[in-house]
Nanobody, 127 residues
Framework: QVQLVESGGGLVQPGGSLRLLCVVS????????MGWFRQAPGKEREFVAT????????VYADSVKGRFTISRDNDKNTVYLQMSSLKPEDTAVYYC????????????????????WGQGTQVTVSS
């Protein structure tokens, strides 16, 4: 059984930074696509960032481009989301998601494309 566990969320002031972690455990090789999504109260879950299995290609939502960075350490089965210049509108529960990669160039922006999800970690940006 594959499990994803997020950590690193918390309360931060506007303009601050946080780094989220997602540890993947269970029966999954390193050839998997990872994504980060978020869901604010009363809103639908939205795409934040995704990475190919080797981390060479990364894709971001326009709302976070230039402020957030997705990276991964496959030796540690860990994916990171470095968030900088945080804004109040970044407040949400952040989820990591995984799916098996179909090829070296595979990545996905749609939540429905992912098979495994973490439980989420709360990020609150407020003064």
């Amino acid at each position: 059984q594959v499990q994803l566990v997020e950590s690193g969320g918390g309360l931060v002031q506007p303009g601050g930074s946080l780094r989220l972690l997602c540890v993947v455990s269970g029966r999954m090789s390193s050839e998997y696509v990872m994504g980060w999504f978020r869901q604010a109260p009363g809103k639908e879950r939205e795409f934040v960032a995704t990475s190919t299995w080797n981390g060479v290609t990364t894709v971001y939502a326009d709302s976070v481009k230039g402020r957030f960075t997705i990276s991964r350490d496959n030796d540690k089965n860990t994916v990171y989301l470095q968030m900088s210049s945080l804004k109040p509108e970044d407040t949400a529960v952040y989820y990591c998601a995984a799916r098996y990669a179909t090829n070296y160039y595979d990545y996905a922006r749609l939540a429905t494309a992912y098979d495994y999800w973490g439980q989420g970690t709360q990020v609150t940006v407020s003064s």
